[in-house]
């Protein structure tokens, strides 16, 4: 099993940026398709954005293309999300997943806030 581990929240402020990590211990990185979604209170949890294992293809919600950028480096076990241009409703729990056809694994979460 994978275990996954998220950094990088914290606050920020209206028009901001931040860079979001996952690191992956415990089985094979590269293997899994990753995913990064987000969960505010009283919501449902949302994707925000994939990557397939080979890092190539990707995809993002509709509300966050162009200002929010997915990645992988497979050497160091680690996602990334580059988010730009936050606005307050984007306030949550980051969190990341990974997946192959057989299993699944969600790390802890990371909190996200956005105030001026």
């Known amino acids: 099993q994978v275990q996954l581990v998220e950094s990088g929240g914290g606050l920020v402020q209206p028009g901001g940026s931040l860079r979001l990590s996952c690191v992956a211990s415990?089985?094979?990185?590269?293997?899994?398709?990753m995913g990064w979604y987000r969960q505010a209170p009283g919501k449902q949890r949302e994707l925000v954005a994939g990557?397939?294992?080979?890092?190539?293809?990707?995809n993002y919600a509709n509300s966050v293309k162009g200002r929010f950028t997915i990645s992988r480096d497979n050497t160091k076990n680690t996602l990334y999300l580059q988010m730009n241009n936050l606005n307050t409703g984007e306030a949550c729990v980051y969190y990341c997943?990974?997946?192959?056809?057989?299993?699944?694994?969600w790390g802890q979460g990371t909190q996200v806030t956005v105030s001026a």
């Open positions: 997943q990974a997946t192959t056809a057989q299993y699944g694994s």
């Open positions: 415990g089985s094979r990185f590269g293997i899994y398709d």
């Open positions: 990557i397939v294992s080979d890092g190539i293809t990707t």
